[in-house]
């Protein structure tokens, strides 16, 4: 599975962004599928994740201002932020993992697949 994320930029705190996740090769009926981010200097952090059953998980700092969503039709997903901040400038990687048991989906080391990066900068 090949990831493309997209829809990274510079806006100012208080702004929305939306970034998408694109597969170019299917089956993300039965994936974990997920967004984590990296600022400068720290590491990778787990920030969303939604599974095959459509359940969504959230990182604390993001909870009620970021949402995950997913079309397994279009084997796309997205993660809209809202009320954004400072703190959330990153570098954002979209990650995918098959089904797994005993997985866990918010350490990045479980993580088999990943997109190549999106940069969100957020001004205050």
């Known amino acids: 599975v090949q990831l493309q994320a997209s829809g990274g930029g510079l806006v100012q705190a208080g702004d929305s962004l939306r970034l998408s996740c694109a597969a170019t090769?299917?089956?993300?009926?039965?994936?974990?599928v997920g967004w984590f981010r990296q600022a400068p200097g720290k590491e990778r952090m787990f920030v969303a994740s939604?599974?095959?059953?459509?359940?969504?998980y959230y990182a604390d700092a993001v909870k009620g201002r970021f949402t995950i969503l997913r079309d397994i039709s279009k084997d796309r997903a997205a993660l809209q932020m809202n009320n954004l901040k400072p703190e959330d400038t990153a570098v954002y990687y979209c990650?995918?993992?098959?089904?797994?048991?005993?997985?866990?989906?918010?350490?990045?080391?479980?993580?088999?697949?990943w997109g190549q990066g999106t940069l969100v900068t957020v001004s205050s």
């Open positions: 939604i599974n095959w059953t459509g359940s969504t």
């Open positions: 090769r299917g089956a993300f009926s039965n994936y974990n």
């Open positions: 990650a995918a993992t098959e089904r797994t048991i005993g997985a866990d989906y918010t350490n990045y080391q479980w993580i088999k697949y």
